[in-house]
Nanobody, 128 residues
Framework: QVQLVESGGGLVQAGGSLRLSCAAS????????MGWFRQASGKEREFVAA????????????YYADSAKGRFTISRDDRKNTVDLQMNSLKPEDTAVYYC?????????????????WGQGTQVTVSS
């Protein structure tokens, strides 16, 4: 069982930066693939970024949605049981509730259905 708590959301002007953090409970955090998703008002939840764990030998491999490439960076600290999402050059279209998610698989997934555990979400609002 994993519990996830996001923090770091807020209001920022276009072009600004925010760093989201997800704190996870549980002693096996290092064996979970971690992901970030977001859901804008009236839209489907969508994949943003994910990071692998050490099983496959590709520890820390990262994956991004096209909308996030070059602007967002996902990272994890298995000593602290945290996964962060650094978001730079934010745009109004990045406005959404951002969710942290975890799955205990050996493959990094970009679909919601693959993730077993979810946080409560944190609001990010980017003003123009």
């Amino acid at each position: 069982q994993v519990q996830l708590v996001e923090s770091g959301g807020g209001l920022v002007q276009a072009g600004g930066s925010l760093r989201l953090s997800c704190a996870a409970s549980g002693r096996t955090f290092s064996s979970y693939v971690m992901g970030w998703f977001r859901q804008a008002s009236g839209k489907e939840r969508e994949f943003v970024a994910a990071i692998s764990w050490s099983y496959s030998g590709s520890y820390g491999s990262t994956y991004y949605a096209d909308s996030a490439k070059g602007r967002f960076t996902i990272s994890r600290d298995d000593r602290k049981n945290t996964v962060d999402l650094q978001m730079n050059s934010l745009k109004p279209e990045d406005t959404a509730v951002y969710y942290c998610a975890a799955t205990r698989t050996t493959v990094v997934h970009t679909t919601m259905s693959a993730y077993d555990y979810w946080g409560q979400g944190t609001q990010v609002t980017v003003s123009s």
